[in-house]
T-cell receptor, first 113, second 114 residues
Framework: LAKTTQPISMDSYEGQEVNITCSHN???????ITWYQQFPSQGPRFIIQ???TKVTNEVASLFIPADRKSSTLSLPRVSLSDTAVYYC??????????????FGTGTRLQVTL | NAGVTQTPKFQVLKTGQSMTLQCAQD?????MYWYRQDPGMGLRLIYY???????DKGEVPNGYNVSRLNKREFSLRLESAAPSQTSVYFC?????????????FGQGTRLTVV
């Protein structure tokens, strides 16, 4: 499984755009990149998933450069409720095998007024 | 839809006691997982099950056993609890088609071993 590296923590003010970068130098051809969000005392929640270029949904955007060795989760105009831990995962997307979700320590985002 | 349901939500055990954490999902998912999360840490995979009748060890399986009772249910058993097993335990499930690893998590079981 590809190892991921993220910043341990980030701070932001409400209303700003936040970009969290994840490094995954050993990503395999079949691997997808997935981000999860976890609030205190809750299980993680899926945010977004992508393979290359850019993916956008109602919550976030995911930017993946051509070499796919990194990815950036972009949260537009964060609010206090976006304070959480964000995990970057690189999946073992081999056909016919279980994707063994492996979480790192994540990035703790603190949003303040 | 209930999603992933874990029971109990809280549990206190004495060292050496045994217990089983229950997990059930109603999304007809093939894969199920058990994680533990220690304070201020990320999630660590204990065991996972790719399909009914199969289980595999994750990163930290020692001291635990699992059982994939059927497609819906995946239980985690502590045979002889130790204080080092004090943690929050999360169960998750995923459809696990190729290229689709979105997983759904339960609300967790907070276990304290004294």
């Amino acid at each position: 499984l590809a190892k991921t590296t993220q910043p341990i923590s980030m701070d932001s003010y409400e209303g700003q755009e936040v970009n969290i970068t994840c490094s995954h130098n050993n990503i395999a051809t079949n691997d997808y990149i997935t981000w999860y969000q976890q609030f205190p005392s809750q299980g993680p929640r899926f945010i977004i998933q992508g393979y290359k270029t850019k993916v956008t949904n109602e919550v976030a955007s995911l930017f993946i450069p051509a070499d796919r060795k990194s990815s950036t989760l972009s949260l537009p105009r964060v609010s206090l409720s976006d304070t959480a831990v964000y995990y970057c995962l690189v999946g073992d997307g081999l056909a016919g095998t279980a994707s063994k979700l492996t979480f790192g320590t994540g990035t703790r985002l603190q949003v303040t007024l | 839809n209930a999603g992933v349901t874990q029971t109990p939500k809280f549990q206190v055990l004495k060292t050496g006691q045994s217990m089983t954490l229950q997990c059930a999902q109603d999304m007809n998912h093939n894969s199920m997982y058990w994680y533990r999360q220690d304070p201020g840490m990320g999630l660590r995979l204990i065991y996972y099950s790719a399909s009914e009748g199969t289980t595999d060890k994750g990163e930290v399986p020692n001291g635990y056993n699992v059982s994939r009772l059927n497609k819906r249910e995946f239980s985690l058993r502590l045979e002889s609890a130790a204080p080092s097993q004090t943690s929050v335990y999360f169960c998750a499930s995923s459809e696990d088609r190729t290229m689709n690893t979105e997983a759904f998590f339960g609300q967790g079981t907070r276990l304290t071993v004294v």
